[in-house]
């Protein structure tokens, strides 16, 4: 069992922006909101899956929405409270346990801040292992688990519950909501047992996240390069594969709100020779190509981080002329199945391309 | 206290279609549905305002969305049912009556479907006293009762539940869901209290549907024409006025579904020289124009009827050459008051006109 305190966040928003991929939202918003409740209602329990009683009732949460908008409507850190408030009152069901649905910078800190706000445990593990734009796209799904009910709250109080027989038809329906509720919503779903939840999530991405936060800040601090710090690190975590893809200079980005999501396309020039490396963006970077070659596409992680310092930088915040490093990390396992590749691989997004593991080589 | 039986369908639906202005869905697929679920489940009690118990707990229920879908999308029946159910398990409560939200072809009817299914009484009143494109436009609305819970089903079983502190939020809301269920909803709303029903409710409309009905059959078998036999008849009513605005033909009809409403504008050219008529559509027919002159408009009644029939058509149906004639109805004094304006008056569709009712002098 570990404990979550104010001084932790920072390690865990910066981490959890790099499992983000682009998205899961504005970091900085999440560690602020987290401090915030933790300061307030004091330290958050961590549980790791085999610390979680069998028995849990847990629920997931996180926001939904583009993640463009969150810089605009900041969320106050209730709307989530009265997402969850409104699953009990309509299930008569008690919330025993927290789990972020991703891993992100504004969606692994609002489950911090429910569970200093509750008083309950916070699970370490999430269904993405990453953030993703859909929430069919979940492991919780993948292994079995209804999305439904789905509880939504918005800042203003309104509230919606969504019960369907599929995921998917549930994502579509909340996204509907969502755009209604403006553009950003705060989710309470897959409400599991504790038994259920070690089968079917990745585990340990909370910790992972704070891991990365503290790695890529040790090696500043020993004027070690980040990046490569980070990547050494991940090589030695569950999710077991990371490299530098290239690195180079945004020099077009092109981004629209479209149903709901922020979508687009990043061109980024090379500081070697070399054709511009392409990177297709639904709320998350989904693929990353050159020359029209793949160089790493959805489950598999693409991260952009600043040269210099490797913060990562979401979607939403990619200007021209920043100077990246386009970093891709494998998935775990749990993510690479066929049945997990059906629901989140690159056909799941409209991609042609095939999904081959980073660092394994084709057959 | 009533009875509805199969016979009195026939009548029933024609009725509601006429105070359905235009919208409340088709009146031969309600008619169809309701003779299914009466012959099935056996006749269904009608209870006036006064007789309905006060401590009785009321839902109100329709369908919501664009009638032009409705043709194609047919409900099986068992959309609402399901609704209510959703609604009872979310919130805990026994329904105990049953309210039409609006009257409509197929409006009137679906409520008495759930009637009949679940052997409760139906409520001799609605909100709406005709139809109207959102649901915010409800005389309950008008004089305090909330919209929320606002339980939604569709076809497939897909449920939802919206919350919100105003009906404007609830049907913006709604209608999004709406949208996602394929354009067509089926919904269970405005929670109250037989007391209050009372007091909110537009009485005796679906006694009325039927007496309408009767009237128009009747006057057939007389011989008699029967539109004049229906302005005549509802002169004698708690509406109080109707009359014939002109008659001609359909020249043009321009359709489209937009935001999850059929919207449009019907041309009419006379018999008689004259302009034409033309009439703007929100589902309803909102208001009807001769040369830029405002003829009626809502929340009085707009009645395309069959020249020799007085069949009432609905805006769904409405095609190039029918022979029509437009009969205004002036709405009964509950929904002419200030505040009743305020949420369906003429402003309330981003109409100009400002509203004289019908058959009073200005003054």
Do not use: C, F
């Given at each position: 069992m570990r404990t979550i305190t104010a001084p932790d966040l920072e390690d865990i928003a910066f981490g959890a922006a790099v499992l983000g991929?682009?998205?899961?939202?504005d970091p900085y918003i999440g560690k602020l909101l987290a401090r915030g409740a933790v300061e307030a209602h004091g330290p958050v329990t961590l549980l790791s899956l085999e610390e979680l009683p069998d028995d849990a009732h847990v629920i997931t949460c996180g926001a939904m929405g583009a993640p463009t908008i969150v810089l605009e409507?900041?969320?106050?850190?209730e709307e989530m409270l009265m997402a969850m408030r409104h699953y009990e009152a309509m299930t008569g069901k008690t919330v025993t346990a927290i789990m972020p649905f991703e891993a992100g910078g504004l969606n692994s800190c609002l489950p911090i801040v429910l569970a200093a706000q509750t008083g309950l445990p916070l699970v370490d593990?999430?269904?993405?292992?990453r953030a993703f734009?859909?929430?069919?796209?979940e492991t919780f799904n993948v292994y079995g688990?209804?999305?439904?009910p789905v509880a939504m709250a918005d800042e203003k109080g309104n509230l919606a519950l969504v019960e369907t027989d599929s995921a998917a038809k549930a994502e579509f329906m909340a996204r509907g909501i969502c755009i209604r509720m403006g553009g950003q919503a705060n989710l309470v779903n897959y409400p599991m047992d504790g038994r259920t939840a070690k089968r079917v999530s990745v585990p340990a991405t909370m910790s992972l996240a704070q891991d990365i936060g503290r790695v890529v800040r040790e090696a500043r601090s020993a004027k070690r390069e980040p990046t490569e710090a980070l990547i050494e690190f991940l090589g030695t975590t569950h999710y077991g594969f990371a490299r530098r893809i290239g690195s180079g200079k945004i020099t077009d980005i092109a981004r629209k709100v479209e149903n709901g999501w922020s979508v687009g396309v990043v061109s980024i020039a090379p500081f070697e020779e070399g054709l511009p490396y392409v990177i297709r963006i639904q709320?998350?970077?989904?693929v990353v190509e050159q020359g029209g070659h793949v160089l790493a596409v959805v489950p598999d992680l693409i991260c952009l981080l600043d040269?210099?310092?490797?913060e990562p930088i979401p979607t939403e915040r990619l200007r021209y002329g920043q100077r990246v490093d386009i970093i891709g990390i494998r998935v775990p396992p749990i993510m690479r199945t066929p049945e997990a590749l059906a629901v989140f691989g690159p056909k799941a997004f409209g991609l042609m391309a095939a999904y081959q593991p980073l660092g394994i080589t084709a057959a």
């Open positions: 991929t682009g998205g899961g939202g409507k900041v969320p106050s850190g593990a999430d269904g993405m292992g734009p859909q929430l069919e796209m688990v209804s999305a439904s709320n998350e970077n989904l040269v210099d310092t490797a």
